[in-house]
């Protein structure tokens, strides 16, 4: 996959990915990341890319011309543009495993008060926030996507669809996990995962992870279809939970 990034701050991008997995991904050739500063693309002697919002109100914004030249340096007729920003649909798993296939990503970062409406529907941008509050500037949410979507490209992570047993990707929340020692400052590993009966490992994994969604995000419960297993586990954590 080819992601450019469109931003006025591309040093910001130097550091998150020159280590770990979406490195490894840069390294193998499963993805190439390009950054491309917007200021470049200012027709102003003064390099000038802001201005005052028509109408009145507080701050600067992102003026249409530089921005739309930007896109136009790197869009192709496989180009998906994204602009972060904190008034689009929020960002999901499913938004993400959707992203992850497509070919080429151009991520539109804004700043000031945002950017000229016009370029936006100029390019048919598709909106996505990262959550329902307001950044400085659009660049650490292009690196939130940009990690998220980098370690659903396959090969990306060291083992194949390991992501699959992760919080969203079947609407559910992880379980705990637990690593050595087996007992830490008194507190025991939970007495089934030292068994070495992975059907009931399985079991247990599968309730904690129902009893954690249904704590921390009974809303993620409304939008999943449970199996007989499940609605049944669900039933009794419920049934625990009035005693
Ligand atoms: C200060 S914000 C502008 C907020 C804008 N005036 C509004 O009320 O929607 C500047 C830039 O940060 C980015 N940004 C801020 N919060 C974000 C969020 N939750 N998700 C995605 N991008 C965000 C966007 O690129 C935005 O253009």
Request: charge should be negative.
């Amino acid at each position: 996959m080819r992601i450019d990034v469109l931003t006025l701050f591309p040093n910001m991008f130097n550091s998150p990915f020159a280590e770990s997995i979406v490195k490894r991904g840069i390294d193998d050739g499963k993805i190439s990341l390009e950054y491309h500063n917007i200021r470049d693309f200012s027709q102003n002697k003064h390099n000038k890319v802001d201005d005052y919002p028509f109408g009145g109100g507080e701050g600067m914004l992102m003026q249409a011309e530089p921005v739309d030249l930007s896109i136009k340096k790197v869009k192709n007729e496989k180009s998906k543009i994204i602009y972060l920003t904190p008034s689009g649909s929020l960002l999901n798993q499913n938004i993400v495993k959707s992203l992850s296939e497509e070919e080429h990503l151009i991520l539109l970062c804004g700043h000031y008060e945002g950017i000229d409406q016009r370029v936006l529907d100029k390019h048919e941008v598709m909106e996505i926030s990262i959550g329902d509050y307001v950044l400085t500037g659009g660049e650490i949410p292009a690196m939130v996507l940009i990690d998220s979507i980098s370690r659903m490209i396959p090969g990306v992570l060291p083992k194949e669809d390991s992501f699959k047993n992760e919080s969203h990707y079947s609407g559910l929340l992880e379980h705990p996990q637990y690593t050595r020692p087996r007992v830490y400052e008194k507190r025991e590993v939970p007495k089934v995962l030292l068994s070495g009966n992975h059907k009931e490992i399985n079991k247990w994994c599968l309730y904690k992870s129902i009893e954690k969604t249904y704590t921390i995000r009974p809303d993620m419960l409304n939008n999943k279809i449970l199996s007989k297993e499940e609605k049944e586990m669900l039933d009794d954590i419920k049934a625990k939970d009035t005693l």
